[in-house]
C-alpha cells in the first residue's frame, strides 16, 4: 500500500505565503482547499508553521465560503490532533501480561484517568443552538479573591474568550486569570485605570468579528503581558484594519489631490474598466532617494491605484 505524503513545512509555508497575497476570493478558496487536502496535521507541524493562526485570521472573512472553509478546516485538524494525543497516551502505558489478562477482573470503567497521567483534557461539549459559553454554561468557579471587582473582571474576561473557542475551561480561566492580574499589577490595584484597561480588554476580546484576537490568546500565541501593552489598533480585526487602510488610502488621495496639478493621459490602464482616460500626479512620499509615487484615478469609473 503506497503512503499518502502530505505537504512537508517549507510547502505549507510556501501556500501561507499565498494566502496572504491572495487577490480574490477564488484564489484563497483554492489555496485552503490544497492546505485542507494537503496538510496531515500533527501538533508538531502546526507549532512550527503557525499554520492554525494564519488560516484563522481568514474566519470573519466577507466571503462566506472562506469563512465556512476555515472553520471546518480548523475543527478537522483539532479533532485529528486530539485524536492523535489520546492514541499516544494509550499506546505509551504498559499492557499487562497474558497471565495477569487471565487472573485479573476487567475492570469497572471509568472516565477518570490514572494518577500522574498527562493526557490531554476532554473537548469541551458545546451548548446547544449554537449559544456561546460562559462561566455559568462551562460551570466555572470565578470567586477567587476577596474582591468583588477583580472576580467581576475574570469572569467577563472568560466569558469574553470562551463564547466560541473549543478549548478546555481550565485553559480558558488560566488566560483569564492571568490578564486580570497582569493588570491589577501594572495599574497598582483595582483603581479606575485599572477598571478602564479591564472594560478596554473586555470590548477587544469580545468582539464577534475579532475571533483570531480571541485564538491567539488562548493558544499562548499573544501573552497576558503583551496583550496589557497592545494598542486598540494592534488588536483590531483584520477587517477593521484592512478598512483604516483603505480610509487612510482614500484620506490620501483626497488631501494630496486637492493639492497636486492632475494630468490626463492614456498611459496608464484602469484594471477595473480596462479605459485609458486617467489622471494621475506624482509626489514623494518616502525618503528622498526612493522614486516617486504615481496617484491614478480613473476618469470612467473613479477606480484608484498608486505605484512607486
Known amino acids: 500500500m503506497v503512503e499518502t505524503r502530505g505537504l ?3 510547502e505549507i509555508k510556501s501556500l501561507m505565503s499565498g494566502l496572504e497575497k491572495a487577490s480574490t476570493p477564488q484564489i484563497t478558496i483554492d489555496i485552503l482547499e490544497q492546505l485542507k487536502q494537503g496538510v496531515i496535521p500533527t501538533e508538531k507541524l502546526l507549532r512550527e508553521t503557525k499554520l492554525g493562526i494564519a488560516v484563522n485570521k481568514l474566519r470573519s472573512h466577507s466571503e462566506k465560503k472562506v469563512s465556512e472553509l476555515v472553520k471546518s478546516m480548523i475543527k ?3 479533532d485529528e490532533v486530539t485524536a ?6 494509550l499506546h505509551s502505558s504498559t499492557p ?4 495477569t489478562k487471565k487472573l485479573s477482573p476487567d475492570p469497572a470503567p471509568s472516565s477518570a484517568p490514572p494518577a500522574g497521567s498527562t493526557a490531554p483534557k476532554p473537548k469541551v461539549q458545546r451548548p446547544p443552538n449554537g449559544a456561546p459559553r460562559d462561566v455559568k454554561t462551562d460551570g466555572v468557579k470565578t470567586d477567587i479573591y476577596d474582591d468583588r471587582v477583580r472576580n467581576s473582571c475574570v469572569t467577563v474576561t472568560y466569558n469574553a474568550l470562551a463564547s466560541d473557542s473549543d478549548a478546555h475551561s481550565d485553559t480558558i480561566l488560566d488566560c483569564s ?11 497598582k490595584g483595582a483603581t479606575p485605570t485599572y477598571r478602564t484597561k479591564m472594560r478596554s480588554l473586555y470590548l477587544n476580546l469580545k468582539d464577534s468579528k475579532n475571533p483570531n484576537l480571541r485564538y491567539r490568546v488562548v493558544a499562548g500565541e499573544i501573552s497576558a503581558e503583551r496583550l496589557y501593552r497592545m494598542s486598540p ?3 483590531a480585526s483584520e477587517e477593521l ?6 480610509l487612510e488610502e482614500k484620506n490620501l488621495f483626497n488631501a494630496q489631490g486637492a493639492k497636486e496639478q492632475r494630468a490626463v493621459t492614456d498611459r496608464f490602464t484602469c484594471g477595473k474598466c480596462k479605459q485609458k482616460r486617467v489622471s494621475y500626479y506624482q509626489m514623494q512620499t518616502r525618503s528622498a532617494d526612493e522614486p516617486l509615487t504615481t496617484f491614478c484615478t480613473c476618469e470612467n469609473c473613479g477606480n484608484r491605484w498608486k505605484f512607486s
Not at 499487562?96 to 497471565?99: I, K, L, R, T, V
Open 84 to 89: 492523535q494525543k489520546a492514541s499516544s497516551h
Open 8 to 10: 512537508d513545512a517549507k
Open 96 to 99: 499487562p501480561s497474558a497471565a
Open 177 to 187: 486569570k492571568q490578564i486580570e492580574r497582569i493588570v491589577f499589577q501594572n495599574e
Open 233 to 235: 489598533q494592534e488588536m
Open 241 to 246: 484594519k484592512n478598512e483604516i487602510k483603505r
Open 76 to 78: 478537522k485538524w483539532k
